[in-house]
Structure formats: C-alpha cells, structure tokens
T-cell receptor, first 117, second 114 residues
Framework: GAVVSQHPSRVICKSGTSVKIECRSLDFQATTMFWYRQFPKQSLMLMATSNEGSKATYEQGVEKDKFLINHASLTLSTLTVTSAHPEDSSFYICSALQWGADNSPLHFGNGTRLTVT | AQKVTQAQTEISVVEKEDVTLDCVYETRDTTYYLFWYKQPPSGELVFLIRRNSFDEQNEISGRYSWNFQKSTSSFNFTITASQVVDSAVYFC???????????FGTGTSLTVIP
C-alpha cells in the first residue's frame, strides 16, 4: 500500500529557532498533500493544502509566514515552523492524497511531535 | 459547509463489552465519502473503513461493524467484544468527491478496561 514517511518523529527546539518537517510519499506521486495540527486530546486541524509546484493554500487563522510550506516535487512536501515559540508545541501530521479503490485516499505520515522550550 | 460531529468525547467500557461510537455528519453534497480512523497512543492514524454516499449497506469486519444511515446522516461504529487493544481515539471523517479535503470529527477516546 501507499506509504508516507514523515521525519522527524520527535523534535525539541529552543524558542526562536526554526524547525523543518519533511513529508515524503515513498511509492506514489502526490500532487496534493495536507498538513494538520493536533493539540492534546483534540481533533486534527487542517493547516494548509500543499500542491506541487504552486503556493500552498492556508486555512483561516494559520499564519503563512510562520508555517512555511514547500511542495517542490511530487514526492516531498516540507513544513517549516519559523521562529518557533512554546505555543507552537504540538503534534503535526502530514498526509498525501491518492484516490484508489476501497482504501483511504489520504495516506498519513506518523506525525511529528514538536516541543519548543 | 461540511461538518462532522462526534458527541461522545470519552467512553470507558469493560473488556468484552460492546461499544458503539456515534458519528453524525452534515453536507449538502449528494456525493461524499465517510471514513473512520483509529489513533492509538503512538499517534499514527490507522484507516478502518471508507463508505461512499451511494452505498448504505452495513459492513462487518471481524469485531467491527458500521451502520450507515443517510436518513439520519449517521455513520456509527460498533466494536463487539471489546479488547484492551481497542483503546484509542477514533475519528470519523467526511470527504467530498472533488477536493480531497477531509473534515474530521472531534474524536472519541475509547478506554477498554481489563
């Protein structure tokens, strides 16, 4: 089945630094990838839709200058949290879209737990 | 606008009991997909089932079963003879045909007590 690799799985960084999270589709090409954020005991909140070769579409309330998304190839999207602050600590999940028969069209990475100290 | 409601925030059951997780959705589109995902404590999302809006047939997969009723806009999930390994957060989600964007419910945290 389709596999999405997300890296790193955990990262701890100091306030003010930037962190890059990678999302790769390993065995398929993904024109569209999604980035979600999940607070403890809460649902997945869509942050942005990443389309290969074009600018990402951000959801309302998500700061595009803070959460930089790059989808330069059909197998890689990156999310960079710039000038991270403790309130950015969260669980970030990427997913790649691929419609097929009788399965989930969204293939999820295993998530990245970001802790900003 | 699309919306998915999972009214049950947390449920606890004793092992071997049956449990039903409720999901109610809202959409004006006539073509859509419904999903259930499981998120164990490790965090990854595990796909359980996908249903399209034209197929109201209920489905059974082992101890899992799903009841899709368009008349009440519900897509409920039942676990029979629950086990400790079923402890997780379960998300119901809705997707339209054309966008790929998923609308997730707030999740139901299930704890199965041994």
């Amino acid at each position: 089945g389709a596999v999405v690799s997300q890296h790193p799985s955990r990262v701890i960084c100091k306030s003010g630094t930037s962190v890059k999270i990678e999302c790769r589709s390993l065995d398929f090409q993904a024109t569209t990838m999604f980035w979600y954020r999940q607070f403890p005991k809460q649902s997945l909140m869509l942050m942005a839709t990443s389309n290969e070769g074009s600018k990402a579409t951000y959801e309302q309330g998500v700061e595009k200058d803070k959460f930089l998304i790059n989808h330069a190839s059909l197998t890689l999207s990156t999310l960079t949290v710039t000038s991270a602050h403790p309130e950015d600590s969260s669980f970030y999940i990427c997913s790649a879209l691929q419609w097929g028969a009788d399965n989930s069209p969204l293939h999820f990475g295993n998530g990245t737990r970001l802790t900003v100290t | 606008a699309q919306k998915v409601t999972q009214a049950q925030t947390e449920i606890s059951v004793v092992e071997k009991e049956d449990v039903t997780l409720d999901c109610v959705y809202e959409t004006r589109d006539t073509t859509y997909y419904l999903f259930w995902y499981k998120q164990p404590p490790s965090g990854e999302l595990v796909f359980l089932i996908r249903r399209n809006s034209f197929d109201e047939q209920n489905e059974i997969s082992g101890r899992y079963s799903w009841n899709f009723q368009k008349s009440t806009s519900s897509f409920n999930f039942t676990i029979t003879a629950s086990q400790v390994v079923d402890s997780a957060v379960y998300f119901c989600a809705l997707s339209l045909l054309n966008g790929g964007q998923f609308y997730f419910g707030t999740g139901t945290s299930l704890t199965v007590i041994p």
